[in-house]
């Protein structure tokens, strides 16, 4: 229905930056939400940003705020998000996702990306 490909992963010291970048295809039209989420080793997935794709309101987690910035571009159906200031605890397999209601929680996410391996070293 929707595919979703991440890409801009990677390897990163502590207060680096990396740019993550989410391409959708199929049927985008579909989609009201765009948001990224996170996996880390152990735990569960936990929401980091997101983007109404209509209107252009986003939605930050506590813990990137402020560090972490969502971003879109409707005509190449892409999404990105910005990281600065990266910390350890920001190491996780990141999630690009998109659902067809406005959402937040990482359950009302219908499509899902691969993921891509965000790692912080200290």
């Known amino acids: 229905q929707v595919q979703l490909v991440e890409s801009g992963g990677g390897l990163v010291q502590a207060g680096g930056s990396l740019r993550l970048s989410c391409a959708a295809s199929?049927?985008?039209?579909?989609?009201?939400?765009m948001g990224w989420l996170r996996q880390a080793q152990g735990k569960a997935r936990e929401f980091v940003a997101a983007l109404n794709w209509s209107g252009g309101s986003t939605y930050y987690a506590d813990s990137v705020k402020g560090r972490f910035t969502i971003s879109g571009d409707n005509a190449k159906n892409t999404v990105y998000l910005q990281m600065n200031s990266l910390k350890p605890e920001d190491t996780a397999v990141y999630y690009c996702?998109?659902?067809?209601?406005?959402?937040?929680?990482?359950?009302?996410?219908?499509?899902w990306g691969q993921g891509t391996q965000v790692t912080v070293s200290s």
């Open positions: 199929g049927r985008t039209f579909s989609i009201v939400t």
């Open positions: 996702a998109a659902a067809e209601t406005l959402a937040t929680r990482p359950s009302a996410y219908r499509y």
